[in-house]
């Protein structure tokens, strides 16, 4: 049997956006699971780079990087955040702003990095799709 094909997210840790966001990613990056990276208002405190977060997130995409051989990062912001209640438009700059700051990590494996937004009826629009390198199967 293959072995599953793997991909990370780093989300909020809402209980509405866990399944839209894992559905969302099954299907359009065709990978089995997702590997799920949370943290209350994920995205603010990303992008104002709250250094004990950035640590922690570093290490458990690590994990996915290594182990499960992700090569897409999805970053997930959302509708109704109780721990980051700013103005869509604000997070969709925050959003743009960790997509920069996870870039500039570096990682060798990341091939692509998405950002999605979780709309008022849960469902996934993309905002963003950087292709770092060429994937082995485009
Ligand atoms: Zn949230």
Known sequence: MDRPTFAAAINCMD???IIPATEWIKQHLKV????????????GAFAAQDERLLHSVKRMLQIS???????????????DCVG???????????LSRSIQILRSWEFPEIERIIGI?????????LIEDHRLRETQDS
């Open 15 to 17: 209980g509405r956006t």
């Open 32 to 43: 089995d699971c997702v590997d799920m990276i949370t943290e209350p208002g994920m995205i």
């Open 65 to 79: 990087l290594r182990a499960h051989a992700t090569r897409t990062v999805v970053l997930v912001a959302h509708f």
């Open 84 to 94: 980051n209640p700013v103005p869509k438009e604000k997070q969709l700059q925050q």
């Open 117 to 125: 937004w979780l709309n008022e009826q849960f469902q996934a629009e």
